[in-house]
Every structure is written in C-alpha cells, then in structure tokens.
C-alpha cells in the first residue's frame, strides 16, 4: 500500500492532476466540495491516472479539507 498525499483545487475551470514532487500531486477538479463530489471527482481521477480499479484508492485524511492523504492499494505510483 501506497500513500500519496494531494492538494485539491476545487471549481477549477480545467481538471487534470500533475505530480510536483515525490509522492505529492495536485488536483484540479470541476466539482464543488459539497456532498462528497469532489472527492468522488478525486478518486476518479486519481484511478485514470494509475490506471487503477477506484475500489484500490481510499481518502485516510483530510476529506474534508484541501490536503488529503490517499491510501493507494497494490501497486501505486
């Protein structure tokens, strides 16, 4: 298991999600952080960009703030 940590931005106008450092991302996303959207929004993207089923990712921390710990499982990133 691997854990990642990720600063979201959300309402952002382009989503996508880059690395800036050695096991750290940032995420843009479209949605607005109500309900569980965003981070829904989040695990889908993070599952497209490791090519990952969504059930192997799982928020440890932070979901309800910007900074959040994600918990990868098998093989990560």
Do not use: C, H
Not at 8 to 28: D, M, N, W
Not at 35 to 52: P, S
Request: charge should be positive; proline fraction near 6%; charged fraction near 30%.
């Amino acid at each position: 298991m691997d854990i990642i940590t990720v600063r979201v931005q959300p309402r952002s106008s382009r989503p996508g999600l880059e690395k800036v450092g050695e096991g750290e991302y940032k995420a843009r996303l479209n949605s607005a952080p109500e309900a569980g959207r965003a981070n829904a929004e989040l695990i889908d993207l993070l599952a497209e960009y490791f090519d990952i089923p969504r059930r192997r990712i799982r928020i440890i921390r932070g979901a309800a703030a910007r900074l959040k710990s994600v918990s990868i499982e098998g093989d990560g990133p």
